[in-house]
């Protein structure tokens, strides 16, 4: 069984476009994130969800609206995408009580 | 903000050489992590530290969690083909009621045989 899933693998799409990415969880976490990793390999927190409520929002553009419907699912939804978008976004949730983050394998974003 | 500086951001060895990468903060951590990410993959943990000074292995693995808390060191012995990918290390802080790790920019190992 997979821990953390997320579909698309890969969503290639056209400039202005509204996407989105879903991520769930089978760990019975309570937290979830978001992360983004450029060309460059940097991995860089978006969002934060703690029991469906948003914890964390690291200065995103307001294009990018997070939507945790319940505790195993946080998806991410992107309007109106830019080229600068291109990137590979993780899901990752971690239990309250512990430091550990388990990954998704990530969806690969290509804007054209 | 915090920021972790990763150091080398790459290296290329041969199977069998020990390799060695660090990770600086400008800010204390109370614990850090060492994860892996394989190629077309998601990070996976491969260390936790949660004290100063504290030493720990995972096999041919071992990392320091520096005295300052500042820094911590990764080392791995003997290294073969698969220790191939991009390791990162990472300083885990409460904020309120939120946990956040953030990353340092990473450390590419290309091992040849």
């Known amino acids: 069984d997979t821990a953390v899933s997320q579909t698309p693998k890969y969503l290639v799409t056209q400039m202005g476009n509204d996407k989105s990415i879903k991520c769930e969880q089978n760990?019975?976490?309570?937290?979830m994130y978001w992360y983004k990793q450029d060309s460059k390999k940097f991995l860089k927190i978006m969002f934060s969800?703690?029991?469906?409520?948003?914890?964390i929002n690291e200065t995103v553009p307001n294009r990018f609206s997070p939507k945790s419907p319940d505790k195993a699912h946080l998806n991410l939804h992107i309007n109106s995408l830019e080229l600068g978008d291109s990137a590979v976004y993780f899901c990752?949730?971690?239990?309250?009580?512990?430091?550990?983050?388990?990954f998704g394998p990530g969806t690969r974003l290509t804007v054209t | 903000g915090q920021q972790l500086n990763q150091s080398p951001q790459s290296m290329f060895i041969q199977e069998g050489e020990d390799v060695s990468m660090n990770c600086t903060s400008s800010?204390?951590?109370?614990?850090w992590l060492w994860y892996k990410q394989d190629p077309g993959e998601g990070p996976v943990l491969l260390i936790a530290?949660?004290?100063?000074?504290e030493l720990t292995s995972n096999g041919r693995l071992t990392a320091q969690f520096g005295i300052t808390r500042k820094d911590s060191f990764l080392n791995i012995s003997a290294s073969i083909p698969s220790d191939v990918g991009i390791y990162f290390c990472?300083?885990?802080?409460?904020?309120?009621?939120?946990?956040?790790?953030?990353f340092g920019d990473g450390t590419t190992l290309t091992v040849k045989p």
């Open positions: 969800y703690n029991n469906k409520e948003l914890i």
């Open positions: 530290l949660y004290k100063a000074g």
């Open positions: 760990l019975g976490h309570d937290t």
């Open positions: 990752a949730s971690r239990d309250g009580g512990a430091y550990e983050q388990y």
């Open positions: 800010s204390i951590f109370n614990t």
């Open positions: 990472a300083g885990f802080t409460y904020n309120t009621n939120a946990g956040k790790s953030t």
